[in-house]
């Protein structure tokens, strides 16, 4: 990103940066096009799109953590340089004004706002029954979602 206007055309350059033709030829197909940012994106995030990593599966393994962990360093880097290209930085984008002081200060008020109404209006009463949140059905012995695995097989061995 760094060297972009010393590699790319005047022209394109023009188009990339000032008119918003942002998008990466990943094949000759014409219609094919990628915007760039979902390109970095897409690339950075490979290492945790395999299987048995962080977005995939139940649980995360040693070396899916260290191979994203490794990766990490690669993207801060890569983030850096489209910052300093752009101009922009973590406390003056506007992506990311989630982390004002009052946008932190307000969401802290809200938070204990609704502490506050849960405290006077309990929602989940003390109750051994099973019961639907979305409908308010209440089970009975006809439950058997702890044989969930037992079901789904027995389901499946039947359909065959």
């Known amino acids: 990103m760094q ?3 010393s590699t790319m055309g005047v022209e394109e350059y023009k ?3 000032v008119q918003g033709n942002f998008t990466v ?3 000759f197909k014409f ?3 990628t915007w760039s940012d979902m390109t970095f994106q897409q690339s950075l995030m490979k290492n945790m ?3 048995g990593s962080l977005t995939h599966g ?3 393994s040693d070396s899916v953590l260290l191979r994203w962990t490794q990766g990490m360093t690669a993207l801060q880097h890569i983030c850096d340089g489209i910052e300093n290209f752009y101009g922009v930085d973590l406390t003056s984008s ?3 004004l989630g982390i004002s002081d009052s946008r932190v200060q307000r969401h802290n008020d809200v938070c204990r706002k609704m502490v506050e109404w849960f405290k006077h209006y ?3 009463p003390g109750n051994s029954n099973l019961i639907s949140i979305s409908n308010g059905v209440v089970g009975d012995s006809r439950i058997n979602c702890h044989l969930a695995k037992e079901e789904g097989i027995l389901g499946m061995c039947k359909k065959n």
Request: glycine share 8%; net charge positive; hydrophobic share 30%.
């Open 122 to 124: 309990n929602s989940f």
């Open 94 to 96: 506007d992506q990311h």
């Open 31 to 33: 219609w094919f096009g």
């Open 3 to 5: 060297d972009l206007k």
């Open 25 to 27: 030829q990943q094949t």
């Open 49 to 51: 799109k395999t299987f």
């Open 15 to 17: 188009k990339f940066t």
């Open 58 to 60: 139940c649980g995360v």
